[in-house]
């Protein structure tokens, strides 16, 4: 027997989360102050972040990229998996944030390491967006000099690029290039 799978808007805003926090933890040294701005800007209300703490967010981005960078829903399972097994515990209903209701935690703990905080929530959250899409979860920018991960939320073709913005500088760059090519004769 097949259940219908649950509605996903719970979970957006953890995918969100997690782009976001991608963003600003993938250069190879993150800038704590930005680090700390988008955790505030998602509901931590004052995170007081160790140099510790900073490198666990760092190694953990670099893990959770992969699932960005898987080329198909199979893949990304394979991924979102082996997050599962290496860092989740039994899932467990938590309340304890103002505001957000019960939720599925499948840390180990509400003041776990900021490592296996990062990668349980969104490993959960991604997880909840591939089965809701059956495709993967999100991607790559295709843009070279940009590469950042971006999140499939909406319906509609498949994304290739992280903003409009990369975009656009690829279809200028694509036109430019092929205005200056010389005319066959």
């Given amino acids: 027997m097949t259940f219908p799978q649950p509605d996903f808007a719970g979970g957006r805003t953890a995918v969100r989360r997690a782009v976001d926090l991608l963003e600003v933890l993938l250069p190879a040294a993150p800038d704590p102050a930005r680090v700390a701005e988008v955790l505030v800007a998602h509901g931590e209300p004052d995170p007081v972040l160790s140099a510790a703490g900073l490198a666990e967010l760092h190694a953990a981005a670099l893990e959770l990229r992969e699932v960005f960078a898987a080329p198909d829903a ?6 979102l998996n082996r997050l599962f097994a ?3 515990g039994p899932p467990r209903l938590t309340a304890h944030d103002e505001g957000f209701g019960w939720h599925l935690h499948v840390d180990a703990a509400d003041e776990g390491p900021w490592g ?4 349980t929530s969104s490993a959960l959250a ?3 967006l591939l089965a809701e899409r059956q495709g993967p979860p999100g991607g790559l920018c295709a843009s070279p000099p940009c590469g950042l991960p971006f999140a499939h939320l909406g319906g509609g073709s498949p ?3 992280c903003s409009p913005r990369c975009a656009t500088r ?3 760059a694509a036109h430019r290039a092929k205005t200056k ?3 066959p004769r």
């Fill in 74 to 79: 199979a893949s990304a399972a394979q991924v």
């Fill in 181 to 183: 090519a010389p005319s």
């Fill in 116 to 119: 296996a905080w990062f990668v």
């Fill in 86 to 88: 290496a860092y989740a």
């Fill in 126 to 128: 991604l997880a909840g």
């Fill in 170 to 172: 690829e279809r200028v």
């Fill in 159 to 161: 994304r290739r690029y």
